[in-house]
């Protein structure tokens, strides 16, 4: 059976990401159009070639992911940053056995096999930054296919090497991220240049590509994205998940407003909370996700004292926010939180995808979102569109969708039909022929 190497650096975050998301679907798709899935990872410390048993252990202990400085770390990373990797990387190959028994959030799940390098990604990145050329990564047993998740200098040897550049958003919104803008231009550019072909996630996308960088069009396909939610969180019904975000977060189904992603400028969080007050609703609303970067602004707006409201119980009086932040939601429980919720706010100022819209409407919960970038193209008329810039505007949106129900209902039908076009068989689809056309 054929094999496609997946680059799978985000999957060891604590918190998730939406590219971490992204390679789990891919690597499920893989297996579903007859592939092997393997995963392309780094660690901080050197894990044993001798001893298969030993390497599987090792590459799930969180001592090998956090960071413990040492004396020895400390010069081999310095050593890194000066040399790069000019004569190759050379992974070692994990087997997964089953042998090591998880405690339900396996990073690797869904993977055949775990290709671990010490520092794979810093060392890759320091030697394109030296050599100006992408790093040679050899494996024991070429894959059919290299397919890396973002944009990262290393090239597999022996297949065809594929690379997803989601968007350019360090380019585009430079004042929004903490990227080095120089090396990310020139990284993407030496992958356009070289790369056996370019993916990206929506025709918006694909369009930026190609006007900001030399390439054919030929090279760059938009294969959209999916999302597949575990059956038994969609098995609960209705009751089941009011009762869940009743027990768990104290809101009441339908009855509260939800935005969720990183606090990162681009999220427009600031600007969202301020609509919210405009817009006069009492429906509570709910921010889940942890913290980004360039965050002071959003929590100090999330904390703001016109929020609190006091209520009265007999003889006891508590405290509540109509503003809350949920720093860290687990995945079934985030699935909860999107169903019950009123709608899905959403007003980001730049996204290549947006995976939230789609997971809102797949889920059948109305969505409010921009009108720029690429989530008109994402949400069709399946949601409000609004200016991100313009608080009135996203206050009246809110206040619609705090006051008409039949909208509300007409937004949740549109969604699932709109969600169809995205759905996982036609996604396996995009990428079968995407890979036919490559190995």
């Known amino acids: 059976m054929k094999t496609v190497l997946y680059e799978c650096r985000s999957q060891v975050l604590a918190s998730g990401t939406g590219i971490a998301t992204y390679a789990h679907t891919l690597a499920q798709m893989a297996r579903e159009i007859g592939y092997h899935a393997d995963a392309l990872a780094d660690v901080l410390t050197p894990i044993d070639r001798a001893d298969p048993l030993l390497a599987e252990i090792l590459m799930s202990n969180a001592e ?4 413990r400085w040492t ?3 400390i010069l081999r990373e310095l050593l890194d940053e000066v040399v790069g990797a000019p004569f190759g990387i050379r992974p070692i190959t994990v087997k997964r056995t089953g042998i090591v028994v998880t405690d339900g959030s396996d990073p690797f799940a869904g993977f055949s096999r775990i290709h671990a390098a010490r520092r794979l990604f810093n060392v890759a990145h320091a030697h394109f930054l030296r050599y100006r050329r992408a790093a040679r990564v050899t494996l024991g047993n070429t894959p059919s296919l290299f397919h890396a998740t973002h944009p990262t200098p290393i090239r597999v040897n022996g297949c065809p090497n594929l690379y997803t550049v989601h968007d350019i958003v360090p380019m585009r919104l430079p004042y929004a991220t903490l990227d080095n803008k120089r090396n990310f231009m020139r990284i993407v550019s030496h992958l356009t240049a070289t790369a056996d072909h370019i993916v990206t996630v929506s025709e918006y996308s694909r369009k930026e590509l190609l006007q900001f960088f030399k390439i054919d069009e030929g090279r760059v396909t ?3 994205q999916a999302i ?13 998940v009011a009762d869940e975000v009743d027990t768990l977060f104290q809101v009441t189904k339908d009855e509260y407003f939800l935005f969720y992603g990183a606090l990162e400028p681009k999220k427009n969080v600031s600007r969202l909370i301020d609509a919210y007050a405009a817009s006069r609703t009492q429906r509570p609303l709910l921010i889940a996700g942890g913290l980004g970067w360039q965050y002071a602004s959003d929590l100090e707006k999330i904390e ?10 007999g003889n006891t009086i508590t405290m509540e926010r109509r503003v809350r932040r949920l720093p860290y939601v687990p995945r079934d429980q985030l699935i909860s939180l999107i169903r019950g919720a009123r709608a899905v706010l959403f007003p980001s ?6 995976l939230p819209v ?4 797949q889920l059948g919960t109305p969505v409010m979102t921009s009108n720029v970038a690429s989530l008109p193209e994402i949400a069709g008329d399946a949601a409000l569109l609004v200016d991100p810039y313009d608080v009135a505007a996203m206050a009246r949106a809110i206040r619609t969708l705090d006051k008409d129900e039949a909208l509300c209902r007409e937004l949740a039908g549109r969604g699932l039909r709109r969600a169809e076009l995205f759905s996982p068989a036609q996604y396996a689809t995009r990428i079968a022929e995407l890979y036919r056309r490559l190995v």
């Open 64 to 67: 090998v992911l956090n960071k």
């Open 222 to 224: 938009n294969t959209y």
């Open 349 to 354: 100022i730049y996204e290549g995808f947006g």
């Open 304 to 313: 703001d004292e016109r929020f609190r409201i006091w209520r009265i119980d």
């Open 358 to 361: 789609l997971e809102a409407m």
């Open 71 to 73: 004396l020895t770390r």
């Open 228 to 240: 597949t939610f575990p059956p038994e969180s969609l098995a609960r019904s209705d009751d089941e």
